[in-house]
């Protein structure tokens, strides 16, 4: 792409957002002219997002900040099918009971980034089972079937690799680019909708909505993809060894939340900070080039502002101040995640290395002990020496533990009567 004109193509080059756009030419003249909607649809398999989809996420936040209508589609009705792009086995299929939960703690995580509203370039969201529960089949097929063939299906990435490791890929789940794409054409007739967004894994997807609308309304429909994110080290973004790290705070805490970006790769920290963050690109740029034990900074800075945006202002500062307190003072600081442990269960005798598994900074006991061996585990500020010791009631600090794995990470065990 030539340098674009609009604010919010500038914005999505400079930060490493984009990664594949249709007629990029004229889509820039789209967005120079005036105020665009565009929308990005999430199913609702869980009650919270991760952050593998603070990318989409940002890029929403982005496109209203450079005066633009983003459209949120929950995927109350493809969830019923489930995405399979990518993906070696089918989704778990839930009831409609359970996708109206996970669709309104989706709704929590998006009041975070986005401004919604009734004005011209408001948020709003909407649910594509609005338009495809009601659908009858023969019809439906009737109507759209035709302009979509085996043979290009065949051909997309997505369905291809499927097949080629040999996975099932069910009728269910090959009906879900038909609707995905008819979402898109839904979505401009409703609402206006002339861009669609996604992960690059959707491109096919995408394109195959610009077409049908192309064919069905020759309306002249946009698509624009970001890239896949791996960390430095290639793990996947949103996973760790504790698990998903979600963006609802009842699934995961501020202090967690701020950690899991504090523990960035010195090699991400620049990247990070364009994609995750609102600093100015000349800030980042500073931070980028902080060296050694310098690079700190930067990722107490990645940290507090990754969690301003999905926790607010306060939540950041309290993760910031019980972190530094944590680090500086060796204090059992209030505020940091926290695990249960029954008296009972002390007094009958538990080890190190249970404690450090129940509280989830390891995976296993062989684990710890190799923790251990490297001198990486901490029992109350003191290094352990073996991770099979037992733990008594004189270890107990007002009535708790303080484990510390590595420098980074604390957890506290509070004893319950």
Same mark, same amino acid.
């Given at each position: 792409?030539?340098?674009?004109?609009?604010?919010?193509? =500038?914005?999505?080059?400079?930060?490493?957002?984009?990664? $594949?756009?249709?007629?990029?030419?004229?889509?820039?003249?789209?967005?120079?002219?005036?105020?665009?909607?565009?929308?990005?649809?999430?199913?609702?398999?869980?009650?919270?997002?991760?952050?593998?989809?603070?990318?989409?996420?940002?890029?929403?936040?982005?496109?209203?900040?450079?005066?633009?209508?983003?459209?949120?589609?929950?995927?109350?009705?493809?969830?019923?099918?489930?995405?399979?792009?990518?993906?070696?086995?089918?989704?778990?299929?839930?009831?409609?009971? $359970?996708?109206?939960?996970?669709?309104?703690?989706?709704?929590?995580?998006?009041?975070?980034?986005?401004?919604?509203?009734?004005?011209?370039?408001?948020?709003? @969201?909407?649910?594509?089972?609005?338009?495809?529960?009601?659908?009858?089949?023969?019809?439906?097929?009737?109507?759209?079937?035709?302009?979509?063939?085996?043979?290009? @299906?065949?051909?997309?990435?997505?369905?291809?690799?499927?097949?080629?490791?040999?996975?099932?890929?069910?009728?269910?789940?090959?009906?879900?680019?038909?609707?995905?794409?008819?979402?898109?054409?839904?979505?401009?007739?409703?609402?206006?909708?002339?861009? $669609? @967004?996604?992960?690059?894994?959707?491109?096919? !997807?995408?394109?195959?909505?610009?077409?049908?609308?192309?064919?069905?309304? $020759?309306?002249?429909?946009?698509?624009?993809?970001?890239?896949?994110?791996?960390?430095?080290?290639?793990? =996947? @973004?949103?996973?760790?060894?504790?698990?998903?790290?979600?963006?609802?705070?009842?699934?995961?805490?501020?202090?967690? +939340?701020?950690? +899991?970006?504090?523990?960035?790769?010195?090699?991400?920290?620049?990247?990070?900070?364009?994609? +995750?963050?609102?600093?100015?690109?000349?800030?980042?740029?500073?931070?980028?080039?902080?060296?050694?034990?310098?690079?700190?900074?930067?990722?107490?800075?990645?940290?507090?502002?990754?969690?301003?945006?999905?926790?607010?202002?306060?939540?950041?500062?309290?993760?910031?101040?019980?972190?530094?307190?944590?680090?500086?003072?060796?204090?059992?600081?209030?505020?940091?995640?926290?695990?249960?442990?029954?008296?009972?269960?002390?007094?009958?005798?538990?080890?190190?290395?249970?404690?450090?598994?129940?509280?989830?900074?390891?995976?296993?006991?062989?684990?710890?002990?190799?923790?251990?061996?490297?001198?990486?585990?901490?029992? !109350?500020?003191?290094?352990?020496?073996?991770?099979?010791?037992?733990?008594?009631?004189?270890?107990?600090?007002?009535?708790?533990?303080?484990?510390?794995?590595?420098? =980074?990470?604390?957890?506290?065990?509070?004893?319950?009567?």
């Amino acid at each position: 792409m030539n340098t674009p004109r609009s604010e919010f193509l =500038k914005t999505l080059a400079a930060r490493g957002f984009l990664h $594949q756009c249709t007629d990029p030419a004229a889509l820039d003249e789209r967005l120079s002219a005036g105020p665009v909607a565009a929308y990005i649809g999430f199913d609702a398999t869980a009650d919270s997002l991760h952050v593998g989809s603070l990318v989409q996420i940002m890029a929403l936040r982005w496109l209203q900040k450079c005066g633009h209508k983003p459209v949120v589609l929950i995927g109350g009705g493809t969830t019923q099918i489930g995405d399979p792009s990518f993906r070696d086995a089918s989704r778990p299929l839930l009831d409609g009971e $359970q996708i109206a939960r996970n669709a309104a703690g989706l709704k929590q995580v998006f009041s975070r980034y986005l401004t919604f509203g009734d004005g011209p370039t408001d948020a709003v @969201m909407v649910d594509n089972s609005e338009w495809l529960d009601p659908l009858r089949y023969l019809p439906f097929l009737r109507e759209f079937g035709s302009h979509f063939t085996i043979n290009r @299906m065949l051909s997309f990435d997505s369905v291809r690799q499927r097949l080629e490791r040999e996975q099932p890929l069910t009728l269910l789940e090959f009906n879900y680019m038909v609707l995905q794409a008819f979402d898109f054409l839904e979505l401009s007739r409703r609402h206006g909708c002339v861009l $669609q @967004m996604g992960g690059s894994d959707q491109w096919g !997807n995408i394109v195959n909505g610009i077409e049908l609308a192309r064919r069905i309304d $020759q309306r002249q429909l946009f698509g624009l993809t970001t890239p896949l994110l791996t960390t430095s080290a290639g793990a =996947k @973004m949103g996973k760790t060894a504790g698990g998903a790290v979600w963006l609802n705070a009842e699934r995961l805490g501020p202090y967690e +939340f701020w950690q +899991f970006w504090r523990n960035t790769e010195d090699d991400d920290v620049g990247r990070f900070l364009r994609l +995750f963050t609102e600093l100015p690109l000349d800030e980042v740029q500073r931070l980028s080039q902080l060296k050694g034990a310098e690079i700190n900074e930067a990722k107490q800075i990645l940290a507090t502002e990754a969690t301003r945006l999905a926790h607010g202002d306060e939540a950041a500062r309290e993760a910031a101040d019980t972190a530094r307190r944590a680090f500086e003072g060796g204090e059992n600081a209030k505020g940091l995640p926290s695990v249960a442990l029954p008296r009972s269960e002390l007094d009958a005798g538990v080890s190190v290395a249970q404690l450090f598994v129940l509280a989830g900074l390891s995976a296993s006991r062989s684990e710890v002990r190799r923790l251990v061996l490297n001198s990486g585990a901490r029992l !109350n500020g003191e290094v352990v020496q073996d991770a099979d010791c037992h733990v008594t009631a004189a270890d107990l600090t007002d009535g708790s533990l303080k484990l510390t794995a590595g420098r =980074k990470r604390h957890v506290l065990v509070h004893v319950s009567d």
